[in-house]
């Protein structure tokens, strides 16, 4: 992920911060300049809720070059209590029990390193619920 782009995310992935829209009160992750239900640009910054669901899934077998020491592993789409819908690593658990339904905890961790010696990248990754 080159740097530029990291530091423009830093409100969405620092502290889940999402866009509500004020016309129809569509939540959604991360912020975008036009509603995808009504098509309005009204928008105000709304916090997620640390938790949520899982939507769907899959198991990563073969991964990309920076995630291959971490295979294999699950990638789910999670939907928080707001309707906000985000993709998340889900970590901590055997990838096979992630399935919709499940209930997990949004965890701030480090995602990747940009290069050797370079800028860390965190973000958020799914924890199921105990």
């Known amino acids: 992920m080159p740097s530029p782009r990291y530091w ?3 409100p969405n ?10 016309a129809c ?3 959604v992750f991360p912020a975008r300049r036009i509603c995808p239900a009504c ?3 009204d928008f105000e910054p709304t916090a997620l809720s640390w938790r949520g669901k899982v939507v769907t899934s899959t198991s990563v077998v073969v991964a990309p ?3 291959a020491q971490q295979a294999p592993y699950a990638v789910a789409v999670i939907e928080t ?3 906000a819908r ?3 690593q889900v970590v901590d658990c055997d990838p096979a029990t992630v399935v919709p339904g499940t209930d997990v ?15 860390l990248c965190y973000g958020f990754k799914g924890v199921p619920a105990a």
């Not at 992935?13 to 004020?22: I, M, T």
């Not at 905890?105 to 800028?119: A, D, N």
């Open 8 to 10: 423009r995310e830093v």
């Open 13 to 22: 992935r620092f502290r889940l911060e999402a866009a509500k829209c004020r």
């Open 25 to 27: 009160g569509k939540v």
């Open 39 to 41: 098509r309005k640009s």
């Open 65 to 67: 070059t920076d995630f």
């Open 81 to 83: 209590p707001e309707g």
């Open 86 to 88: 985000l993709m998340a």
């Open 105 to 119: 905890r949004l965890m701030f961790r480090k995602i990747t390193q940009e290069g050797h010696g370079g800028i």
